[in-house]
Protein backbone atom coordinates (compact mmCIF):
# COMPACT_ATOMS: atom_id res chain seq x y z
CA UNK A 1 0.00 0.00 0.00
CA UNK A 2 1.47 3.50 -1.07
CA UNK A 3 1.03 5.71 2.12
CA UNK A 4 2.21 8.67 -0.11
CA UNK A 5 -0.43 11.65 -0.47
CA UNK A 6 -2.95 10.32 1.83
CA UNK A 7 -4.33 13.00 4.34
CA UNK A 8 -4.69 12.56 8.08
CA UNK A 9 -6.01 14.91 10.90
CA UNK A 10 -4.54 14.33 14.11
CA UNK A 11 -6.14 15.70 17.18
CA UNK A 12 -4.01 17.08 20.07
CA UNK A 13 -0.91 17.41 17.36
CA UNK A 14 0.57 19.92 19.16
CA UNK A 15 2.34 18.40 22.06
CA UNK A 16 3.58 15.09 23.80
CA UNK A 17 2.67 11.79 21.67
CA UNK A 18 0.45 14.10 18.98
CA UNK A 19 2.97 15.46 18.16
CA UNK A 20 5.61 12.41 17.96
CA UNK A 21 2.71 10.69 15.84
CA UNK A 22 2.48 13.59 13.46
CA UNK A 23 6.30 13.70 12.74
CA UNK A 24 6.08 10.13 12.60
CA UNK A 25 3.37 9.80 9.89
CA UNK A 26 4.92 12.99 7.81
CA UNK A 27 8.02 10.35 7.84
CA UNK A 28 5.89 7.70 6.35
CA UNK A 29 4.50 10.55 4.20
CA UNK A 30 1.18 11.38 5.50
CA UNK A 31 0.01 15.20 4.97
CA UNK A 32 -0.79 16.20 8.54
CA UNK A 33 -3.07 18.53 9.79
CA UNK A 34 -2.06 19.56 13.12
CA UNK A 35 -5.05 20.05 15.72
CA UNK A 36 -4.65 22.15 18.97
CA UNK A 37 -7.03 23.67 21.44
CA UNK A 38 -4.61 26.81 23.21
CA UNK A 39 -0.96 26.09 22.45
CA UNK A 40 -0.84 27.56 18.98
CA UNK A 41 2.67 28.00 19.46
CA UNK A 42 3.38 24.24 20.42
CA UNK A 43 1.28 23.77 17.02
CA UNK A 44 3.48 26.06 15.17
CA UNK A 45 6.38 24.15 16.14
CA UNK A 46 5.04 20.71 15.09
CA UNK A 47 4.33 22.29 12.14
CA UNK A 48 8.20 23.47 11.07
CA UNK A 49 9.11 19.78 12.05
CA UNK A 50 6.45 17.95 10.44
CA UNK A 51 7.85 20.05 6.93
CA UNK A 52 11.24 19.03 7.74
CA UNK A 53 9.96 15.74 5.65
CA UNK A 54 8.64 17.45 2.83
CA UNK A 55 5.00 17.09 3.40
CA UNK A 56 2.33 19.15 3.01
CA UNK A 57 0.99 20.41 6.67
CA UNK A 58 -1.95 22.97 8.25
CA UNK A 59 -3.12 23.66 12.01
CA UNK A 60 -6.32 23.92 12.76
CA UNK A 61 -7.68 25.38 15.91
CA UNK A 62 -10.49 24.54 17.65
CA UNK A 63 -12.16 23.53 21.26
CA UNK A 64 -13.12 20.09 21.16
CA UNK A 65 -14.81 20.40 24.28
CA UNK A 66 -17.97 22.31 22.56
CA UNK A 67 -20.46 20.09 20.39
CA UNK A 68 -20.79 22.63 17.49
CA UNK A 69 -16.64 22.56 16.86
CA UNK A 70 -16.46 19.01 16.80
CA UNK A 71 -18.90 19.34 13.77
CA UNK A 72 -17.16 22.12 12.63
CA UNK A 73 -14.07 20.84 12.57
CA UNK A 74 -15.56 17.79 10.78
CA UNK A 75 -16.91 19.63 8.24
CA UNK A 76 -14.14 21.38 7.94
CA UNK A 77 -11.52 18.73 7.44
CA UNK A 78 -13.93 17.25 4.44
CA UNK A 79 -13.95 20.41 2.57
CA UNK A 80 -9.79 19.87 2.90
CA UNK A 81 -10.05 15.84 1.60
CA UNK A 82 -8.49 14.73 5.21
CA UNK A 83 -10.07 11.08 4.95
CA UNK A 84 -8.44 9.64 7.89
CA UNK A 85 -8.00 10.88 11.73
CA UNK A 86 -6.66 10.09 14.41
CA UNK A 87 -7.88 11.09 18.40
CA UNK A 88 -5.15 11.21 20.53
Known sequence: MKLENKNVLITGAANRIGREI????SKLG???????N???SSANQTLKLV???KVEASIIQSDLSNEKNCIKLIKDTEKKNWRNFYSN
Open 22 to 25: AISL
Open 30 to 36: FNIGIHY
Open 38 to 40: SSE
Open 51 to 53: KKN
